[in-house]
């Protein structure tokens, strides 16, 4: 595949969510596969657990793996063989690291959600734009197989007829009274609480199964919603959206008190419904299952070697080697849009953060 392009990593943190990316982009191949991928630099706290981290990558099956380790983020900034940093830290830091990214020249693919409000992800999207650097929001989900088939299901193929309405749940069943006041679930000063962190799942579920426009094309939608505030945070957030030009609704939910179901979302039509499962999370979905009114269940299997991570890495790296500073699935208007959207909902609901204005 050396007719692909390659694109040079440089991780910033050494957490789950990192290992989890770099685990799918170091994979030999996977469906769809339109680029390559390796890593040159990884930053963290400390050498030691940037040591940690690699040793789990530079294996026999990996020999080429050998980053430059860097006990400071600073550092793969600075690096001159990184074409992108790939930022894996808690979302109250992202602002600060993409700041400091674009200040280095470097493009930058950050974790979801982009930013803890919609005023700073404003913010970096105009250093970036002043800059002429690429940035991206990483939400992997976008970028499955299945979602693109999914709309096309719904849009274009139209197997449902007119869209009605979608139900979307995404829960963890999380202790939270028993957390340390600094743990990422209970800490508003690090965007605690069940709507940044996987509600942003049920409400893209709704964005995508309402419409197959994003950023500046897609319609406004109006809002409604509430939440359930415990320890300072909310555990459990509902919000309605409605499109006013074709009466299309979402109800998508979210909660930490309770865990996720295998069916975790359903797409109601004048024709029939779709049901999206994933034994994993509604983040990485795994199937769908066409219901017609006439007619028997069709099931839509995808194969996926892995997390799914490596769709989004293709996409930015595509899009770097094009020289395109935004992505057409996850453009920076449509990261405006879903941080407006869960400000409104954290307004209404109470669960307000300490860099919040309001």
């Known amino acids: 595949m050396t ?36 890593i040159s630099a990884v930053g963290s706290s400390s050498l030691h657990k940037c040591q940690d981290f690699t040793a789990k990558f530079i294996t026999p099956a990996n020999p080429e793996i050998q980053p430059r380790l860097y006990g400071s983020y600073q550092e793969v900034y600075g690096d001159g063989n990184v074409d992108c940093v790939y930022i894996g830290t808690p979302h109250s830091f992202h602002k600060q690291n993409c700041l400091e990214a674009i200040a280095a020249g470097k493009n930058v693919l950050c974790e979801k959600p982009f930013a803890m409000n919609a005023q700073q992800a404003e913010e970096v999207f105009q250093a970036a734009k002043a800059k002429g650097v690429f940035i991206m929001e990483a939400m992997w989900t976008r970028f499955y197989p299945l979602v693109k088939k999914l709309q096309d299901v719904l849009f274009v193929e139209k197997e449902i007829g007119k869209v009605y309405r979608t139900f979307c749940d995404f829960g963890l069943d999380v202790d939270i009274p028993s957390l340390p006041e600094t743990s990422r679930y209970k800490d508003p000063a690090l965007g605690a609480g069940s709507l940044l962190d996987i ?33 300072g945070v909310d555990t459990a957030s509902s919000v309605l959206l ?61 194969e996926k070697p892995g997390r ?51």
């Not at 409400?203 to 505030?229: C, F, M, P």
């Not at 490596?310 to 405006?336: C, L, S, Y």
């Not at 849009?337 to 307000?352: E, K, P, Q, W, Y």
């Open 199 to 231: 509600g942003i799942y049920s409400l893209t579920w709704g964005i995508v199964t309402l419409s197959d426009k994003v950023g500046d094309a897609a319609e406004e939608a109006e809002v409604q919603s509430t939440q359930t505030i415990e320890h």
């Open 308 to 358: 799914g991570f490596f769709w989004e890495a293709d996409a930015v790296a595509q899009d770097i080697h094009a020289g395109r500073k935004q992505n057409g699935t996850m453009p920076w208007a449509e990261t405006m849009r879903m941080l407006r959207i869960m400000d409104g909902v954290r307004r209404r609901g109470g669960a307000r953060f300490p860099v919040d204005d309001w």
């Open 242 to 302: 409605r499109y006013p030009s074709t009466g299309r609704q979402a109800i998508c939910t979210s909660t930490t008190n309770h865990p996720r179901h295998v069916e975790f979302a359903r797409i109601e039509g004048s024709k029939g419904y779709i049901t999206v499962h994933s034994t994993d999370a509604p983040s990485s979905p795994e199937w769908f299952v066409l219901h017609p009114k006439d007619g028997s269940a069709e099931r839509y299997e995808f």
């Open 3 to 38: 007719d692909l392009p390659t694109i040079r990593w440089g991780i910033v943190a050494t957490g789950m969510i990192s290992e989890w990316f770099v685990t799918d982009i170091l994979k030999a191949s996977w469906p769809d596969k339109r680029a390559n991928h390796t």
